[in-house]
């Protein structure tokens, strides 16, 4: 089949809305851990006759008490790909107009309420 205007002009994308078009960028076909997971709890919705939400919801009671166990990476896993990693960096900055006699006195509370035992829950 020839290069013609004619050929060019059927296989040619359309302005607006064209099916053959990719707009998301991603592969024909592709499935993203959230839709596999969704299936997943479907299927277990479906086979022990519960709603999706209630197998949703077994499914993060299991990946907590793994992770009250020791095992953390079930319930990180889960967690980071539904519902994206947390920032990982983070800019404090004190204000200079904070006095350095209350830093240090704010420094040293500090330092004596952990050496007295104090956990550091609340700082």
């Known amino acids: 089949m ?6 060019l002009a059927k296989t040619a994308f359309k302005k607006g809305h064209d099916p053959r078009r990719n707009t998301t960028g991603e592969n024909r076909g592709h499935r993203s851990f959230e839709s596999d997971f969704n299936h997943v709890c479907e299927k277990i919705a479906k086979q022990n006759k519960i709603s ?3 197998a949703r919801e077994q499914l993060m009671l299991v990946g907590y008490k793994m992770a009250k166990e020791g095992s953390f990476s079930f319930w ?3 967690h980071s790909h539904l519902y994206g990693k947390p920032q990982a960096n983070l800019d404090v900055k004190l204000s ?4 350095a006699d209350v830093k240090q006195k704010v ?3 500090i330092y004596e309420h952990l050496d007295q035992g104090g956990d550091n829950s609340g700082v």
């Open 96 to 99: 200079s107009n904070i006095p």
């Open 2 to 7: 020839a290069n013609t205007k004619e050929n």
């Open 76 to 78: 990180e896993y889960i």
């Open 107 to 109: 420094a040293d509370a």
């Open 52 to 54: 999706f939400s209630d």
